[in-house]
């Protein structure tokens, strides 16, 4: 069988944003600073600690100079196709040296800028706004357009607020304080956001490059094609296998469609998937990866320190809807192969679990070090991430040696290195993108926070209903073309906040998480969303077919998971929450399940066979049933016993129906 060409997260970055291929002395700048912010973001994490203030100025440094380094002006570069600039203009070099110097202003001067809180120097004036202009610059130039036009709305409107029409008008904020606010203090572009993207994110990144680079990438798809490439739709099933393994480590849906998408897609094709449907179901299972824990894109962490929760509450929480969510998705493939009559790909062409398993056990260890780190033990997820990246190099010298002696060890210390100016190149964009999200958190610290919570109050008519889908919309359009952790930031401090005080002023009591949650899954589900849609622009320039149409397609498949967020803010035991017991556990994970069975099989419009609108009807009833907070509370508290059972029924009469209406149109035929 064929294997992924040797595809990285560089290649990555070229499809999405066309950064330099750069050569001579400017590649070997980029390279050294590269490798130099992951060794700097190791030592600092262990071995050289220092103030919270100085890591993340830092860390800003690097993630600015590479930005205007690495990426052009504009995309495309004059008579030439994205990215084909070899030469770095004086201005990019010029511009890379003053953003470092803006975003290390507050340590060059620390004392200064600290005894003049409220009463900042204009060259303190001059440093911020400078600061400011050139990550607006930054971020468009890596993350896309939308992110810092949204960044920007919220400056005009703190300076300008009470120009603003109706509700949203308000006291409008001096340029001064909103300067300071955002480039001199905590509450702004150094924020907690940037904090964790500095002292937690990045080694999951760095770890996630690692191990892409030694070949985990590789061989998790591999071991996904041999358990289940030999079914009917097989390819397809791989797929969402594949890409729920890489997107456990990986922080972007749309590196983990290009480097999934890149195998996968074409074998669906070859399968009899059309060009839309193999792209469309590698970017809804991309899109799902970054709600899969443990690392969720790298968003958990700062889901964790947003809610102040202990990490492994997050995870518990996050994990049933996302591994319903996966399931559901294999099970729609499967609709997809029965309708469009596929059958299995020969064993013979698939590669052999026992040999797959056995061959890539390696790259498990450091993986099981991580969970149980996390997991079990309860240790930080920067102590836990720095014990995965040892055992990682460990493992990569090690098989190195006991591969090929000295050659094995020299060949792995370049494997090493490779992985971590991959690492700190994929932090770029998150690094940036995390900075200018700050700037969004520090202008609604400004007192925009409440207008905003009255704009959809105003918006949804004041119905819970109403102001869920609202902020669902709002999460879709404010997530287009943003990185995970970007997106979840930008909804946790502008709907996630209007959610928790709009739901208590009609008398319901979400959990903070859930609330959480529920607009991260919206934001996510951006990335298949036309019209920006960046998972399906990427899948669709691998399938060679429509990306629009790729794009409807995935969000079609996504159904599902948008669904999920309404049901577990009623519903918390799909969050795990009272659960009692193994029993119940497994009661509310096999309801689950079949409920979202049941609604996919009535988004696709079949299970067995085409079912009629009634058929659907009987689906969707039984999609609430199996999933809703309701049935008999008194029989077996907390078990929701008669609304399962009920919707159980409900499913079952469709299938024997479709099953009974199969058979007799067989003998008729």
């Given amino acids: 069988m064929s294997r992924t060409p040797d595809l990285n997260l560089e290649d990555i970055e070229g499809r999405e944003h066309g950064p330099r291929s750069l050569q001579g002395p400017a590649a070997f700048v980029v390279t050294g600073l590269a490798f130099a912010w992951s ?101 468009r130039r890596s993350v896309g357009p939308a992110l810092p036009s949204v960044a920007t709305f919220f400056i005009v409107y703190s300076v300008f607020s009470e120009h603003f029409p109706g509700v949203m008008a308000t006291m409008s904020t001096p340029w001064s304080r909103v300067v300071q606010t955002l480039s001199l203090g905590s509450q702004g572009i150094y924020g907690i956001p940037l904090g964790v993207s500095a002292s937690t994110v990045f080694l999951f990144v760095l770890f996630g490059a690692l ?51 890149t195998f996968t897609i074409p074998l669906m094709k070859r399968a009899g998937y059309p060009a839309v449907k193999a792209g469309a179901i590698e970017v809804a299972a991309s899109t799902n990866g970054q709600l899969m824990p443990p690392i969720m894109g790298a968003a958990a962490f700062i889901i964790a320190e947003t809610c102040n929760l202990p990490y492994a509450a997050v995870v518990k929480a996050a994990f049933l809807p996302a591994a319903i969510s996966y399931v559901a998705l294999i099970y729609i493939t499967h609709l997809e192969a029965v309708k469009l009559g596929l059958e299995p790909l020969p064993r013979s062409e698939l590669p052999s679990f026992r040999k797959t398993l056995v061959g890539g056990l390696h790259f498990l260890i450091p993986l099981a070090v991580l969970i149980v780190q996390l997991i079990v033990l309860r240790r930080s997820a920067q102590l836990s991430a720095m014990t995965a990246i040892l ?132 934001g996510i589900l951006s990335d298949d969303t036309p019209p ?92 609430w049933f199996l999933l809703s907070p309701g049935g008999t509370e008194t029989i077996l508290p907390g078990w929701n016993l008669i609304g399962s059972l009920g919707g159980g029924v409900l499913f079952a009469l469709v299938y024997f129906l479709q099953k009974a209406n199969a058979a007799k149109d067989h003998r008729h035929g």
Wanted: proline share 3%; glycine share 10%; aromatic share 8%.
């Fill in 39 to 139: 060794v700097f973001q190791i030592l600092v994490a262990q071995i050289m600690p220092l103030s919270a203030d100085i890591v993340r100025a830092v860390h800003l440094a690097f993630a600015l100079s590479l930005v205007f380094l690495c990426y052009p002006v504009f995309r495309k570069a004059k008579g030439g196709p994205a990215g084909d600039v070899h030469n770095l203009p004086w201005w990019d070099a010029a511009a890379a040296v003053l953003a470092a110097l803006a975003a290390l202003y507050i340590i060059i001067d620390r004392e200064g800028v600290a005894t003049r809180i409220g009463n900042p120097l204009p060259r303190d004036l001059l440093a911020g706004s400078l600061l400011i202009i050139l990550l607006l610059d930054a971020a």
């Fill in 211 to 261: 191990l892409e680079k030694a070949g985990g990438g590789q061989y998790f798809i591999d071991l996904a094609y041999s358990i289940l490439g030999g079914f009917r739709g097989g390819p397809a099933k791989a797929s969402v296998l594949a890409s729920g393994l890489t997107g456990m480590i990986n922080g972007s849906s749309i590196a983990n469609t290009v480097t999934t998408g």
């Fill in 391 to 522: 055992t990682l190099k460990g493992v990569i010298l090690v098989k190195g040696i006991l591969k090929e002696g000295r050659p094995g060890a020299k060949q792995a210390i370049i494997t090493i290195r490779d992985g971590m100016v991959t690492g700190a190149r994929n932090m770029v964009t998150i690094g940036v993108a995390v900075a200018c999200a700050g700037v969004i958190v520090g202008t609604l610290s400004l007192g925009l926070s409440s207008q905003v919570t009255a704009v959809i109050d105003v918006l949804s008519g004041g119905t819970l209903i109403g102001m869920l889908l609202v902020t669902a919309v709002v999460s879709l359009i404010l997530g287009m073309g943003l990185p995970t952790t970007a997106t979840y930031i930008v909804m946790s401090s502008i709907t996630a906040v209007a959610i928790q005080q709009l739901s208590t002023n009609l008398g319901y009591d979400f959990p903070l998480i859930a609330i959480h949650l529920f607009v991260f899954y919206f």
């Fill in 532 to 623: 920006v849609a960046l998972s399906a622009y990427a899948a669709a320039a691998i399938s060679k077919g429509d990306p629009v149409k790729t794009g409807i397609q995935g969000f079609l498949y996504d159904i599902r998971t948008a669904l999920l967020p309404f049901l577990f803010l009623f519903n918390t035991r799909l969050l795990l929450f009272d659960i009692q017991g193994p029993l119940h556990l497994i009661w509310v994970t096999l309801t689950s399940v079949a409920g979202m069975f049941a609604f996919a099989a009535a988004t696709q419009g079949f299970l067995l066979k085409a079912s009629t609108w009634w058929q659907t009807g009987l689906l969707l009833a039984a999609t």
